[in-house]
């Protein structure tokens, strides 16, 4: 099965600042890859997604990055405001095998001021 | 859009009681539901895949007969918790999604106290 690994598992930055979150993904036939955010007491809310025919995509200060060929993705928040705070989940998940979503371990991000 | 209510927030309940938990797609039909299990500071962890109209899929080590889940219609899902005790405490997150190649939204979660 899918085994995704995500670092860092704490990251503190200045607001305004960037902040990247990398992940890494075992099954090559995985072809979907959400990122969630997660608030404290709240379920995850996805953010921004990519699929595997695209290499990058940015939707106002987040954008993620797709390397198939050495199965990693990446997670870019620019200009970081405290409320982005929060834990950060990348997902992957197969184009067959029930597409069921494979989690990483999650990133906790502190914008502090 | 793609909203996800569930239902309740937050639930205490002694122990031996069945406590159901209700998940809702408000704004789209959901043909997959899920439902995961998260613990502090932890992943989460999927439980069970259920599809409109027939039984779910349980992952390896979730006990079917624990942790009942229907899924009748194209909006809702509910998960039982089925004679309840204190190690069943966690917070339940169900997700939902309108077809194969769409995101999954998630619910707000449940979190169950059991005493």
């Known amino acids: 099965g899918e085994n995704v690994e995500q670092h860092p598992s704490t990251l503190s930055v200045q607001e305004g600042d960037s902040a990247v979150i990398k992940c890494t993904y075992s099954d090559s036939a995985s072809n979907y890859f959400p990122w969630y955010k997660q608030e404290l007491g709240k379920g995850p809310q996805l953010i921004i997604d990519?699929?595997?025919?695209?290499g990058e995509k940015k939707d106002q200060r987040i954008a993620v990055t797709l390397n198939k060929t050495a199965k990693h993705f990446s997670l870019h928040i620019t200009e970081t405001q405290p409320e982005d705070s929060a834990v950060y989940f990348c997902?992957?998940?197969?184009?067959?095998?029930?597409?069921?979503?494979?989690f990483g371990t999650g990133t906790q991000l502190k914008v502090e001021l | 859009g793609a909203v996800v209510s569930q239902h309740p927030s937050w639930v205490i309940c002694k122990s031996g009681t069945s406590v159901k938990i209700e998940c809702r797609s408000l704004d789209f039909q959901a043909t997959t539901m899920f439902w995961y299990r998260q613990f502090p500071k932890q992943s989460l962890m999927l439980m069970a895949t259920s599809n409109e109209g027939s039984k779910a899929t349980y992952e390896q080590g979730v006990e079917k007969d624990k942790f009942l889940i229907n899924h009748a219609s194209l909006t809702l899902s509910t998960l039982t918790v089925t004679s309840a005790h204190p190690e069943d405490s966690s917070f339940y997150i169900c997700s939902a999604r309108s077809a194969l190649n769409q995101p999954q939204h998630f619910g707000d979660g449940t979190r169950l106290s059991i005493l």
């Open positions: 990519i699929r595997s025919n695209v």
């Open positions: 997902a992957a998940i197969q184009g067959g095998g029930g597409n069921k979503l494979t």
